[in-house]
T-cell receptor, first 110, second 114 residues
Framework: RKEVEQDPGPFNVPEGATVAFNCTYSNSASQSFFWYRQDCRKEPKLLMSVYSSGNEDGRFTAQLNRASQYISLLIRDSKLSDSATYLCAASTSGTYKYIFGTGTRLKVLA | SAVISQKPSRDICQRGTSLTIQCQVDSQVTMMFWYRQQPGQSLTLIATANQGSEATYESGFVIDKFPISRPNLTFSTLTVSNMSPEDSSIYLC???????????FGQGTRLTVV
């Protein structure tokens, strides 16, 4: 089983829709979690960190569920410019590694 | 966030040769990592570059194939040795200040081996 798993998609949604992605992690010792956005042929860019209490940044909301070992990303009012691959990452204390999921492709359609 | 300069941005190399990729950060960072991203795939961690000591390699990656240097807290190199077409990939340098902090990426090196 992969340490961090995501549904690869693609998720095709109309402009203005709300879309949610989940990401599961298998290592219960994982402590820090992040969402990254990767555009085609570009490097991943940090979208947001995921805190235990959840966090929100504009149209984006990230949540952590430790009991079920998953993190989620909610995008409200989708824009065409949100089309990208969204990667989740987990980091574990002691190993100091960042493990990435395979990414979820999102296409926002006009 | 730190500014990360990675070079070359791309290269086309003959099989059997080696390529060294450089990663320069504009400030001292605690952690430096090297990832590989094959076409259509996610990021696979190759190794953690340790300052002043041997890198820590992930399963499936060995020092003879991917020697790594990190002479100081702002610079690291990854060499892809004795290349074959299977090494064609994007190689990414990543930095972080600690395990609870965000990791940031260089622009990547797109390597094609012919």
């Amino acid at each position: 089983r992969k340490e961090v798993e995501q549904d690869p998609g693609p998720f095709n949604v109309p402009e203005g829709a709300t879309v949610a992605f989940n990401c599961t992690y298998s290592n219960s010792a994982s402590q820090s979690f992040f969402w990254y956005r990767q555009d085609c042929r570009k490097e991943p860019k940090l979208l947001m960190s995921v805190y235990s209490s959840g966090n929100e940044d504009g149209r984006f909301t990230a949540q952590l569920n430790r009991a079920s070992q998953y993190i989620s990303l909610l995008i409200r009012d989708s824009k065409l410019s949100d089309s990208a691959t969204y990667l989740c990452a987990a980091s574990t204390s002691g190993t100091y590694k960042y493990i990435f999921g395979t990414g979820t492709r999102l296409k926002v359609l006009a | 966030s730190a500014v990360i300069s990675q070079k070359p941005s791309r290269d086309i190399c003959q099989r059997g040769t080696s390529l060294t990729i450089q990663c320069q950060v504009d400030s001292q960072v605690t952690m430096m990592f090297w990832y590989r991203q094959q076409p259509g795939q996610s990021l696979t961690l190759i190794a953690t570059a340790n300052q002043g000591s041997e890198a820590t390699y992930e399963s499936g990656f060995v020092i003879d194939k991917f020697p790594i240097s990190r002479p100081n807290l702002t610079f690291s190199t990854l060499t892809v040795s004795n290349m074959s077409p299977e090494d064609s990939s994007i190689y990414l340098c990543s930095v972080a200040q600690g395990v609870r902090t965000e990791a940031f990426f260089g622009q990547g090196t797109r390597l094609t081996v012919v």
